[in-house]
C-alpha cells in the first residue's frame, strides 16, 4: 500500500464505501492513515535529500578549506540538489533546493568563467518565480539577479593580465603533478580530449613569459609526455598535456603564491618512474597547441 499512487488509494477509499458500508468508518480511518503515511515518508525523503546536500556544500565552501570548490565538484553538487526538484516537485524543499542551485551556479560562472553555469543559475531562478509563485524566495529574485549583473560589469576587459610565472612537473610514486604558478588567481576552462589523450586549459586574461611563449616541454618517459604553451585570442594562454596511460586525473588551488595543480594518477600496473631530481626538459621548436 505505501506504493500506491494517489489515484488507486481514492478508487480503493470508493470500494470500502461501496461494498462494506458497515465498516466504512473503521476502513476509512487505515486508509487516511495510509495516506497520511504515503506524504509524510516523501516530505521525509526530499528532506534527507535537501540536508544532505546542504551539509555537502557547507564543506565544499568552508572558508577554512586549503582550496575552493573545484568546477567539477560544483557541477556535482548542483546536480544534487537538481534531483531533488526531479524527484519531489512539490515539495516544500524544492524551491530551496533551485535557490542553493543557482548561488552554486553563479559561483561556478564567477569564480571559473563557466558561461553555461550562468545561464543554469538564471534558469534555476526562473522557476522559482513560475512553478513557486507562493514562495518567500521570489521576492529575492531580482535582487540576487542584480547582484549577477552589477559583478559582471565591473569585470572590465582592460583590468591588467596575469602573468604565469613558472611550470614544474614532479613524478611521484603514484602520480605526476604539474604545479602551474601565477602572480594571482585566473579564470579558466579544462577539456579532456582523445585520440590522442591530451588535456587543456584555457587560461583567462594571462600573459606568459618570453621563454615560454609557443613552447613544448617534452620529456622522455611517464605518464605525462609533454606540456605545450600557446596564445589564443583574447589574451588566452593554452597549456596542453598530453598524455600517455593516465587513470584519472584532479584539479585544484593552492595559494600565497597562486599556484593551479594538476595530479596525473598512475594506472595501477604502471611502474613509478624515478621520484629523483629530473634534468629540465628541453623546448623544441616553438610550435601552438591545437
Known amino acids: 500500500m505505501l506504493t500506491m499512487s494517489p489515484c488507486c488509494i481514492y478508487q480503493t477509499l470508493f470500494r470500502v464505501f461501496r461494498f462494506h458500508k458497515t465498516d466504512c468508518m473503521s476502513s476509512l480511518l ?5 495516506i497520511l ?4 515518508l516523501h516530505a521525509e525523503s526530499a528532506r534527507d535529500m535537501y540536508l544532505a546536500a546542504l551539509d555537502r556544500e557547507s564543506s565544499l565552501t568552508d572558508e577554512r578549506r586549503p582550496t575552493p570548490p573545484s568546477l567539477e565538484q560544483l557541477h556535482s553538487l548542483i546536480n544534487q540538489y537538481e534531483q531533488i526538484v526531479h524527484k519531489y516537485p512539490r515539495s516544500g524543499y524544492s524551491d530551496n533546493a533551485l535557490w542553493q542551485a543557482a548561488g552554486l551556479a ?18 534555476f531562478l526562473g522557476l522559482i518565480r513560475s ?3 507562493s514562495s518567500s524566495l521570489v521576492t529575492q529574485i531580482d535582487s540576487k539577479l542584480q547582484t549577477l549583473v552589477s559583478t559582471v560589469e565591473h569585470q572590465t576587459p582592460t583590468s591588467s593580465p596575469t602573468f604565469l610565472r613558472h611550470i614544474e612537473r614532479t613524478p611521484m610514486a603514484d602520480l605526476v603533478r604539474v604545479t602551474i604558478e601565477l602572480d594571482s588567481e585566473v579564470t579558466y576552462n579544462q577539456e579532456q580530449l582523445d585520440n590522442p589523450p591530451r588535456l587543456f586549459f584555457d587560461l583567462k586574461k594571462t600573459e606568459t613569459p618570453a621563454a615560454l611563449h609557443n613552447t613544448t616541454l617534452s620529456y622522455t618517459d ?6 605545450r604553451l600557446g596564445r589564443h585570442p583574447t589574451s588566452t594562454t593554452r597549456i596542453v598535456f598530453d598524455l600517455n596511460e593516465v ?9 600565497n603564491p597562486y599556484r593551479l595543480v594538476v595530479d596525473f594518477k598512475r594506472n595501477n600496473n604502471q611502474v613509478a618512474a624515478a621520484a629523483s631530481p629530473q634534468p629540465p626538459p628541453a623546448a623544441v621548436s616553438p610550435q601552438p597547441p591545437p
Request: hydrophobic share 35%; charged share 30%.
Open 222 to 227: 611517464d605518464i605525462v609526455r609533454k606540456i
Open 37 to 40: 503515511s504515503v506524504t509524510t
Open 30 to 34: 487505515v486508509l487516511l492513515i495510509v
Open 247 to 255: 587513470a584519472t586525473y584532479s584539479v585544484y588551488s593552492r595559494y
Open 106 to 123: 553563479f559561483d561556478a560562472f564567477h569564480r571559473y568563467g563557466d558561461i553555461k553555469g550562468r545561464i543554469k543559475g538564471e534558469r
Open 131 to 133: 512553478e513557486y509563485p
